[in-house]
């Protein structure tokens, strides 16, 4: 994994120290080389963290008259080596990158639809005087550009990019909303402040004097689901087993995440089986808080404890496992780390747990492999199952957009708050692919698949990524597979709700290679604190923020709202903030990092 950036720019000479001070900003990325590149209107950046072939694999890379620089991971690079050697190319390494840029070479626009893997990548054309951008399926790996005077500014993370003169932290309306109506999730395509935005997921980009057009290369597709309930489990276990192993090939050491539940389970215990066979034993890591276990109240949500599975799980697979735990201040310290890793206000603790649990792997590992996103695809969330909230007209997850509203500095009504965000989330629906004579329950079912994959999923993603390369630590997500995901979007809801459970049939597909009491544990959220002392911090620190005579935070929130809802102990706000994971420790967090947000990039707000 790496950074990228560039400037294109066809009125005026490319800025040499721009580059350099872009690859300087994003070394976290990639600590481990750099390069750059720069021609006539254009200059290429390239921080690199080498996974794969150290010494054939340095960027920007160049072929003719095309030069590559490239984020990501490919997981079919062998097969699609071997296509471009049947048409006459030679490679000088082993490296993914240089199957990128030859297969690109040979296919152009299309080849992006033959990759399999993670990844945002720029080429350069400079006979055609081109820019060609690109983003994978899902959407794992990052990639924001803004328009300047003589052309565009690209990077793998904003910040990246205002060091340009033309970007500037400006957010009007349409950013102080989605701060304060959807965030942690941005809109599809948005990067929140103004005039910035991303590539979207499985979408390419063409920039040349003309402008740019942005063109989409995979969408989901309605297909009748044929084979039977014994065969779809055996067609999932296949899956979900190549696409772990593929994602095990690494020339530098790897472990993966446990965490005692289901998902995490089944890709450990896919890859401690490889690694056994190779005479080599797993690492597992796995993350808990300090005093946990005496502060633990079981709920709907997550009935029991991690830990005891995480051991179980360890002994069963025989790994070599690491816990890290992580105390209260610590959580609390972490969340300004968090929004310079995302640059945004994100998930709070759910971000800062990750980002400190992330810094300590790194200390012994370069790559790490995720359960992240069975959910979304198998349906592990309740607003899969429960219909009250599988039939709620807007995102599931965020239920309290009425009760968001009145927070803002200029309180919208239920109307004005549900009006804004309902933009977005029709434009999701309009985006789901049918089939013919499908009841309303199945048809809802296929919605309930895109809305989670654009925005539940690309939120968690988004997470994922930047508090993992905060510290230069590669994140592979097998379930994000795109071969797996669209097999998934249909199966019947009866095959995955399989005997009543959340993802029953990914727990049937894997009978024998999970213990029974971890296969068919019912599901359990991220780990997160319930150390009671852990709220009373926030409270203190967000009273304290709000009586600051330079609070920033009291640009875009109603101060007297927030203060009535530190005084109530939450209680004012009746409401989850975003999922069952964002509660009110949460929303105090959420505004904490808001005020630094604020402060930290100078956001000029204009509304």
């Not at 580059?19 to 950046?45: C, F, T, W």
């Not at 942690?184 to 991303?198: E, H, L, N, Q, Y």
């Not at 808080?289 to 599975?309: G, I, T």
């Not at 508090?467 to 199966?491: K, Q, T, W």
Request: proline share 4%; charged share 25%; aromatic share 12%.
């Amino acid at each position: 994994m790496c950074s990228i950036a560039g400037e294109i720019n066809y009125k005026n000479q490319i800025r040499e120290k721009l580059l350099y001070d872009m690859n300087k900003l994003l070394s976290q990325r990639g600590p481990d080389d750099e390069g750059i590149y720069i021609d006539e209107n254009v200059g290429l950046a390239h921080r690199r963290l080498v996974v794969i072939d150290p010494e054939n694999g340095r960027q920007p890379m160049r072929f003719g008259d095309l030069t590559l620089v490239y984020n990501g991971e490919l997981y079919n690079t062998e097969e699609i080596r071997e296509m471009l050697l049947k048409k006459g190319y030679e490679f000088n390494g082993h490296s993914d990158t240089e199957v990128v840029l030859k297969a690109f070479a040979e296919y152009g626009e299309k080849s992006v639809e033959l990759f399999n893997g993670i990844f945002a990548f720029a080429v350069w054309n400079s006979r055609k005087k081109t820019l060609f951008l690109a983003r994978d399926r899902i959407g794992v790996k990052p990639l924001f550009y803004a328009k300047t005077k003589g052309g565009l500014v690209f990077a793998s993370e904003i910040k990246a990019l205002f060091l340009h003169p033309d970007v500037k932290p400006v957010i009007d309306f349409n950013g102080v909303a989605q701060i304060m109506l959807t965030g942690p999730a941005k809109f599809t395509g948005s990067g929140v402040f103004r005039d910035i935005f991303d590539i979207p997921a499985a979408h390419y980009a063409v920039f040349s004097e003309d402008g740019l057009k942005i063109q989409r290369y995979w969408r989901l597709t309605a297909k009748n689901h044929t084979e039977n309930f014994t065969q779809t489990a055996v067609h999932v276990k296949e899956l979900i087993t190549d696409a772990v192993k593929r994602q095990l090939v690494s020339d530098v050491p790897l472990c993966t995440f446990l965490s005692g539940g289901l998902d995490s389970s089944v890709i450990s215990a896919i890859a401690a089986e490889e690694y056994r066979k190779q005479g080599r034993t797993l690492s597992t890591y796995s993350i808990d808080y300090k005093d946990n276990h005496e502060n633990f109240k079981a709920s709907s949500f997550q009935p029991d404890e991690d830990a005891p599975y995480v051991l179980q799980m360890a002994e069963f697979i025989g790994s070599e496992h690491n816990g890290v735990v992580l105390d209260t201040p610590a959580l609390a310290d972490a969340l300004e780390d968090a929004v310079y890793a995302r640059d945004l206000p994100g998930m709070a603790d759910v971000d800062s747990s990750l980002y400190l649990f992330c810094k300590e792997i790194k200390k012994n590992f370069s790559v790490a492999v995720s359960g992240e996103c069975a959910d979304e695809i198998f349906g592990g969330y309740p607003w899969y199952h429960k219909k009250e909230v599988l039939h709620y007209d807007g995102f599931p997850w965020a239920t309290s957009v009425p009760e968001r509203g009145l927070l803002m500095k200029k309180p919208l009504s239920k109307e004005e708050s549900e009006t804004f965000v309902r933009e977005a989330y029709n434009k999701c629906l309009a985006d789901v692919d049918y089939l013919d004579g499908e009841n309303a329950d199945d048809r809802r079912m296929r919605e309930m698949f895109k809305l989670n994959l654009d925005y539940f999923m690309a939120t968690l993603l988004d997470r994922k990524d930047r508090m993992s390369m905060a510290h230069g630590l590669e994140v592979r997500v097998p379930f994000c597979d795109y071969r797996l995901v669209e097999y998934a979007y249909n199966i019947p809801s009866a095959y995955k709700n399989y005997r009543g459970r959340e993802k029953g049939l990914v727990r049937y597909a894997m009978e024998g290679v999970l213990p029974e009491n971890v296969l068919w544990r019912k599901k359990s959220p991220y780990p997160k604190t319930h150390n009671p002392n852990y709220a009373k911090l926030l409270s203190e620190r967000l009273s304290k923020v709000l009586e600051s005579p330079d609070c920033r935070l009291v640009e875009i929130v109603n101060a007297d709202a927030l203060r009535e809802m530190l005084r109530t102990n939450g209680s004012s706000f009746t409401k989850n903030w975003y999922g069952q994971l964002m509660t009110v420790p949460q929303i105090y967090a959420y505004f904490l990092q808001t005020e630094y947000w604020l402060r930290k990039y100078d956001v000029v707000v204009k509304y």
